[in-house]
C-alpha cells in the first residue's frame, strides 16, 4: 500500500488523490470525532464545564483563605487528574456503544477505512479534549488561584493529561463493548463516580476509611494523580511503579476490549 | 470506467450457523459486472447474512467467498466498492459535507464533489447536520457516500426507502448509469417493484437457501404466469380442475383465475358463458412469483 501525506483538506471539494493518504484519513477521522463531540451539548458541556467549575468551587471559592501554595498546586493536579478521566470513559465507552448499536461500525467494517483508524480517531479526539480541560484549569489556577509553577512543571501536567487519558480510553473502550448505547452514559457513571472518590481524586485517602485507601491502587485514577502530583513536586513515591501499572492496565483494557469487539462486532 | 466484464462477487456453497440456527444453507450466488443482482427474500431469509459474507464481516463456516477476484478481508479488495446498509445510521453531529469528505478519503480515486453532489441530489444538504435531516435526505447522502468512491461493486440496501417519487427516480437513473459503465450492484429489498425495475437477475432466499436463481423473466416464470379476471356465471369450483388452473375464486363479481397458460382457459370461458365481459388477462409480476416461491418452501 502506498502512502502519502497530503495537506489537510479545508476546502469543501472532495480531492481527487490518486492515492490513499492514512495521514488524511486519520486528521478527518479526529477532525469528525471532535466535532461530532463538540455539537454533543450532553457530552462536551459536562466533560469540558465540570472540572473548572468544581475547581473553581472546591479548589478556590470554599478553599481555606490562607492556604498555603502548596494547597494549589495540590488541587491543580488532582483536579486535573479528575478532569483527564472524563473524556476517556464517556468519549470512547459511549461513542463506541452508540456506534455499535446503530450500525455505524459494521458500516465502518465495510467501508475501506484502514484498521484502526475509527479508534486512533476516538483516541485523538480524547487527548485533545484532555489536553483541553487541563489548560483551562492550569490558566484557572494562573488567574485565579494564583498557582506558582514552573514551565517544566506545566508541560509535564499537560503531557501527563494526553498521555493519562489512555488507561481511561481503554476502560471505557471495554464498557462499550458490553452495553447498549442507551445504557452506557449510566454504566459508565457507575465506573466513573465511584473511581472519582474511591481512589483519591476528589477526596483524600486520609479522609477515608483505611480499607479504601488499601484498594485505591486498583483503580487507574489514583496512579494519574499520584503521576500528577509528582509532576507539581508533590508527589509521595517513585513514579515508575505508576506509570508501569498505568501501562499495563491500558494494554489489558485494549486487549480485551479488541478481543471482544472482534468477537461480538 | 470498468471495461473488463464477468463475475464481480461470488458466494459458492456458503454456510453460516449462529449457535443452533443456520442462516445460510449452501447459498451459491454470482454477481455479474454490468449488471443488477436482486437478492430477495422475507425477513429473516438470510440476506443480511449473506451481505455480511460478502463483505467480509463475518466468515462463513463453510464455503467460500470471492470479492472482485480477492478476500473480501483485504483494504485493497474494499477500496473498489461501494457500500449503502439500511441498518447504519451516520453520526447525527456532522454535516454532510463532513461525511462526504471523510468517506471519499478512504478511497484512491473519489469522485469530485459536484458529481458526487449530482449523484444524490444533495447540494442543498452539505453544510447541514445529518441528524435534522429528514429520513428520505438521509437515505439520498447515504446513497451519494456509496457511490462517491467509483465503486466497481456497489451494495445497496433498501436504497430508495423513504424517497419519494423524484429521489427514487434519480437514485434509479445513476444505479443505471454506473451499470452501463461496467459496475455490479448487489441490490437487496423489499420492495419488489424496485428490484423489477433495476435487477437483471434475480436471487430469492428462503430459510438461507437460494430458491430461485435466474433473469427476471425466468423468475416471473416460476410463479404462476396469467392471471385471469372477468365477470362470469361460471362458478369457480367449475374451472380448477381444467389444465393449466392453479387456483380459482370469486372475487365479488369477478371470477379470478391463475393458470400458466391463459388461451385455453379463456376460450373455455367463452365457450360456457358466451355473456362473459369484463374480461383482462395480464401476465404475473415479480411479486407473484416470489409469493409463491416462499409460499411453497415455507
Redesign the interface.
Known amino acids: ?1 502506498t502512502v502519502t501525506t497530503q495537506p489537510i ?1 479545508t476546502a ?10 492514512l495521514t ?2 486519520l486528521v ?2 479526529a ?2 470525532e471532535c ?3 463538540m ?2 451539548p450532553a457530552f462536551s458541556l459536562p466533560v469540558i464545564g465540570f472540572p473548572p467549575l468544581f475547581y473553581v468551587l472546591f479548589g478556590l471559592v470554599l478553599a481555606p483563605a490562607h492556604a498555603s501554595s502548596t494547597v494549589g498546586q495540590v488541587m491543580l493536579a488532582t483536579f486535573i487528574a479528575f478532569g483527564v478521566m472524563a473524556p476517556g470513559l464517556f468519549g470512547l465507552g459511549v461513542t463506541l456503544a452508540i456506534d455499535r448499536d ?3 461500525l ?2 465502518k ?7 484502526g483508524a475509527y479508534l486512533l480517531a476516538k483516541l485523538v479526539m480524547a487527548m485533545l479534549f484532555a489536553a483541553t480541560i487541563s489548560l483551562v484549569l492550569m490558566l484557572l489556577a494562573i488567574t485565579l488561584g494564583h498557582v506558582v509553577l514552573g514551565l517544566f512543571e506545566y508541560g509535564a501536567l499537560l503531557a501527563l493529561s494526553m498521555l493519562g487519558v489512555l488507561p481511561f480510553c481503554g476502560l471505557g473502550l471495554l464498557v462499550g463493548t458490553f452495553v447498549k448505547g442507551q445504557a452506557a452514559p449510566a454504566v459508565i457513571n457507575l465506573v466513573y463516580l465511584p473511581m472519582s472518590f474511591l481512589s483519591g481524586v476528589l477526596l483524600p485517602l486520609s479522609i477515608l476509611p483505611h480499607i479504601v485507601a488499601q484498594l485505591a491502587p486498583l483503580w487507574p485514577a489514583y496512579h494519574l494523580v499520584q503521576l500528577a502530583l509528582a509532576a507539581v513536586g508533590r508527589g509521595h513515591s517513585a513514579t515508575g511503579p505508576h506509570l508501569l501499572v498505568l501501562a499495563g492496565m491500558t494494554g489489558l483494557f485494549f486487549g480485551i476490549a479488541r478481543s471482544r469487539l472482534q468477537t461480538h ?1 | 470506467m470498468i471495461t473488463d466484464s464477468g463475475t464481480a462477487a461470488t458466494l459458492d456453497g456458503v454456510v453460516k450457523r449462529y449457535g443452533s440456527t443456520t442462516a445460510l444453507d449452501g447459498v451459491g450466488l454470482r454477481i455479474e459486472r454490468g449488471r443488477v443482482t436482486a437478492l430477495l427474500g422475507a425477513n429473516g431469509a438470510g440476506k443480511s447474512t449473506s451481505v455480511a459474507v460478502l463483505l467480509g464481516l463475518t466468515r462463513p463456516d463453510a464455503g467460500s467467498v470471492s470479492l472482485l477476484g480477492s478476500s473480501p478481508q483485504l483494504l485493497a479488495t474494499r477500496r473498489r466498492i461501494g457500500v449503502m446498509l439500511q441498518s447504519a445510521a451516520l453520526p447525527d453531529t456532522l454535516r454532510v459535507r463532513e461525511l462526504l469528505r471523510l468517506t471519499a478519503s478512504y478511497y484512491p480515486n473519489p469522485k469530485p464533489i459536484a458529481e458526487v453532489v449530482r449523484s444524490g441530489g444533495i447540494g442543498e444538504l452539505l453544510g447541514r447536520l445529518y441528524g435534522k435531516l429528514s429520513g428520505g435526505q438521509q437515505r439520498r447522502v447515504q446513497f451519494a457516500l456509496a457511490v462517491c468512491g467509483r465503486p466497481e461493486l456497489l451494495f445497496l440496501d433498501e436504497p430508495t426507502t423513504g424517497l419519494d417519487i423524484e429521489a427514487r427516480e434519480m437514485v434509479w437513473s445513476v444505479i443505471r448509469a454506473l451499470v452501463a459503465q461496467g459496475c455490479a450492484v448487489l441490490l437487496t429489498t423489499h420492495y419488489l417493484e424496485e428490484a423489477e425495475a433495476l435487477a437483471h437477475r434475480v436471487a430469492v432466499l428462503v430459510r438461507g437457501r437460494i430458491v430461485a436463481d435466474g433473469t427476471l423473466d425466468e423468475v416471473r416464470a416460476q410463479g404462476v404466469r396469467r392471471r385471469i379476471s372477468c365477470i362470469t356465471r361460471v362458478p369457480p369450483e367449475h374451472t380448477r380442475s381444467w389444465p393449466g388452473v392453479s387456483a380459482a375464486r370469486r372475487q365479488q363479481e369477478r371470477l379470478e383465475i391463475e393458470a400458466t397458460v391463459a388461451e385455453p382457459v379463456v376460450r373455455r370461458l367463452l365457450d360456457l358463458d358466451p355473456d362473459l365481459s369484463g374480461l383482462e388477462v395480464r401476465r404475473a409480476g415479480l411479486a407473484e412469483a416470489f409469493i409463491q416461491l416462499t409460499r411453497e418452501v415455507a
Open positions: 500500500m483538506e469543501s471539494a472532495i480531492p481527487s488523490a490518486t492515492r490513499v493518504s488524511r484519513i478527518l477521522e477532525h469528525a466535532m461530532r463531540l455539537r454533543t446503530r450500525g455505524l459494521t458500516l467494517r465495510a467501508l475501506p477505512m484502514p484498521p462486532g
